[in-house]
């Protein structure tokens, strides 16, 4: 069946260093990838997608990297800020259709 | 601000009674959603409708219901509230350019006694 799965479910890092957050996806059929964030008390916000036909793309200081053959889906984030601390979920979703799959989410702890 | 707009923001509830979750919109997006979160399970796709008039299924439907009368309100109800609908429910909608990507909305916590 369809699952997105992350590795870790807390990661800490210290203010300055580079994040990496890691995530598993089942459904081959998933041609869309998402990543967002979700601070406490508020919805989740989205930060940046790739489609099934790209390996990496970059933002603002995130980079989202796509390994087909393994599924496999990581969000890199740039010398890490207080401000990124946060719940960082995957999320996959099919061309047309409806239906976005989360994961279960990876709380980063970013430490002064 | 255009965003989403749910109400109540929290609600305490007595098992069985009905409860209804408001979402409004005003980015005149075509599809809308609700998902639930629970800790450790992620958000959960409850409902969804791609345009007014019509509406879907998601993950874990059982309990709820949904209506979407026009573009903009895509009200949950809870029929008759149980214990294990205790969650946070998020209301999200998508269309236009980023017809992929969710906007949501702060989200409403319902607790069920």
């Known amino acids: 069946g369809e699952s997105v799965g992350l590795h870790l479910p807390t990661l800490s890092v210290q203010e300055g260093d580079n994040s990496i957050i890691n995530c598993a996806y089942s459904n081959s059929a998933s041609d869309y990838f998402i990543w967002y964030k979700q601070e406490s008390g508020k919805g989740p916000q989205f930060i940046i997608d790739i489609r099934s036909n790209m390996d990496k793309r970059q933002g603002q200081r995130v980079t989202v990297l796509l390994n087909k053959t393994v599924k496999h889906l990581s969000l890199q984030i740039a010398a890490t800020q207080p401000g990124d601390s946060a719940v960082y979920f995957c999320?996959?979703?099919?061309?047309?259709?409806?239906?976005?799959?989360f994961g279960a989410g990876t709380r980063l702890f970013v430490k002064a | 601000i255009a965003g989403i707009t749910q109400a109540p923001t929290s609600q305490i509830l007595a098992a069985g009674r009905r409860m209804t979750l408001r979402c409004t919109q005003d980015m005149r997006h075509n599809a809308m959603y609700w998902y639930r979160q629970d800790l450790g399970l992620g958000l959960r796709l409850i409902h969804y409708s791609n345009t007014a008039g019509t509406t879907g299924k998601g993950e874990v439907p059982d309990g709820y219901s949904v209506s979407r009368a026009n573009t903009d309100d895509f009200p949950l109800t809870l029929a008759s509230a149980v214990p294990s609908q205790t969650s946070v429910y998020f209301c999200a909608s998508s269309g236009g350019a980023g017809a992929n990507v969710l906007t949501f909305g702060a989200g409403s916590r319902l607790t069920v006694l």
């Open positions: 999320a996959e979703r099919a061309t047309g259709g409806f239906k976005t799959i």
